[in-house]
């Protein structure tokens, strides 16, 4: 197999050079982390679950009108993308309060916010992420004013299609994260369109009934049953035929 020259490996993901200029390969590890890496894991089937997810909601939302960076999928843990210059800051949308606003706030778990509500994190390992403001985020120049308002109007309109996705398939969608890049035409101008992934690393999915968690909290909180959220996630949308199976063994191909 050709071995193609790694770019950059990252907590749940290893991105390579793609096949063609401006292309990137993601490749869906199984690997887990939590509470900025302090907590490690291996999801069996994660990669590939997450593979399939975030290209089937990534497909979905460019049907609406999203740009996005995904081009196709390869095989069953990589995705051929296009190459964006990330942007360091990461949208959160919240719905209901769950994770790090509760302890900020002191609010209770399973709260309906008044309103959806978006946060930005600065984009870094070392600082372990921290909160910031749009003050922030354009005195640093790491946006500007009007990449970060087009960044917040496409938030709020990837939150109403994808709330109604996973409503329609009894899931609540209670807050997730996005990133963006920039991409640059032939005249110079500058597009910002939806980059990374989409899944239940990302996003904290409840079953609307039983109010279940089907997301990564069940590896932050240790509730057992990992994998198989992530499944269930896969089967509801349609994605997963009853009965097949992900490979639940690591399969390094040339990311070896
Ligand atoms: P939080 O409640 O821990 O701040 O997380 C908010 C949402 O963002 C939740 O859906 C999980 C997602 N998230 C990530 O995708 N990556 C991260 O590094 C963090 C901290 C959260």
Redesign the pocket.
């Known amino acids: 197999m050709n071995k193609r020259r790694r770019i950059y490996e990252g907590k749940a993901k290893i991105l390579f050079e793609g096949p063609e200029p401006g292309t990137i390969v993601q490749y869906f590890k199984d690997d887990a982390t939590a509470f900025?890496a302090k907590k490690k894991g291996v999801i069996s089937g994660k990669g590939a679950l997450n593979n399939r997810i975030s290209e089937y909601v990534m497909l979905r939302l460019a049907d609406m009108g999203i740009p996005t960076h995904f081009v196709r999928r390869l095989n069953m843990r990589e995705q051929l993308v296009r190459e964006v210059e990330i942007i360091p800051v990461?949208v959160?949308v919240?719905n209901v309060a769950?994770?790090?606003?509760c302890k900020r706030l002191g609010l209770e778990e399973g709260t309906a916010l008044p309103r959806s509500i978006i946060?930005y994190?600065y984009k870094s390992d070392e600082l372990g992420?921290p909160l910031v403001s749009e003050e922030h985020i354009t005195a640093f120049n790491w946006a500007a004013p009007q990449d970060l308002d087009e960044m917040m109007s496409l938030s709020l309109r990837i939150n109403d299609f994808m709330s109604g996705l996973f409503l329609g398939i009894g899931l609540r969608l209670?807050?997730?994260?996005l990133e963006f890049g920039r991409i640059y035409n032939e005249h110079g101008d500058v597009r910002i369109i939806l980059a990374d992934e989409i899944s239940p690393?990302?996003?904290?999915l409840w079953d609307i009934t039983s109010g279940e968690k089907l997301?990564?909290d069940r590896f932050r909180q240790d509730l057992g049953n990992v994998e198989n959220a992530y499944r269930e996630v896969a089967r509801r949308l349609g994605i997963l035929e009853d009965g097949e199976v992900i490979e639940l063994t690591e399969k390094k191909g040339f990311a070896s």
């Open positions: 900025n990461e959160v919240r769950a994770g790090t606003i946060e994190y992420d209670v807050d997730f994260k690393d990302s996003c904290r997301d990564k």
